[in-house]
């Protein structure tokens, strides 16, 4: 599924309504180059989980942990070189646990991610104008077919 979004607001409001519906242990990997929002996206997906923190990437740390109506781990492993150096901080402790866990920059970790997992990837449109991102949002497992809900209406 396609969802094209004009501002950072509607890139927000995509992660809010994913926010409301993941459930227990659900894990989402986000994909796009640098600049294309995926933070603001997780800042939205914070709100949907009813989280008041501040959210920040963890660009340096890895993980940031948030408490809202689920547990949220937020990884950031743009900076990860090998994929040995995030198994050590215990990752799979992390999302083999009742917290959500949303991975930034997944692609890097590839081969630690399970397979049942739900993607997102958003890209640039700048044929369209700045603002202008395409999430496209997959899912291996029957466990997020609530993915199917989530539009801008």
Not at 9 to 19: C, V
Not at 36 to 46: E, I, W
Not at 58 to 66: K, L
Request: aromatic share 10%; with cysteine; proline share 3%.
């Amino acid at each position: 599924m396609k969802i094209t979004t004009e501002s950072v607001e509607e890139t927000k409001l995509i992660g809010q309504k994913l926010g409301a519906l993941v459930n227990s242990g659900d894990i989402i990997c986000l994909t796009g180059d640098l600049g294309t929002g995926k933070t603001h996206f997780v800042k939205g997906f914070a709100k949907g989980l009813k989280i008041e923190d501040s959210i920040t990437s963890p660009t340096f740390t890895i993980v940031n942990e948030y408490q809202g109506r689920l547990k949220l781990n937020h990884f950031d492993v743009y900076r990860v070189s090998d994929p040995d150096e995030i198994e050590a901080i215990g990752f799979d402790e992390y999302i083999f646990s009742s917290a959500v866990s949303i991975i930034e920059w997944s692609n890097y970790i590839e081969e630690l991610i399970p397979e049942e997992s739900l993607r997102i990837n958003i890209v640039k449109v700048p044929e369209k104008g700045d603002n202008y991102r395409e999430i496209e949002i997959s899912y291996t497992g029957e466990r997020y077919n609530y993915a199917k809900e989530i539009n801008l209406c």
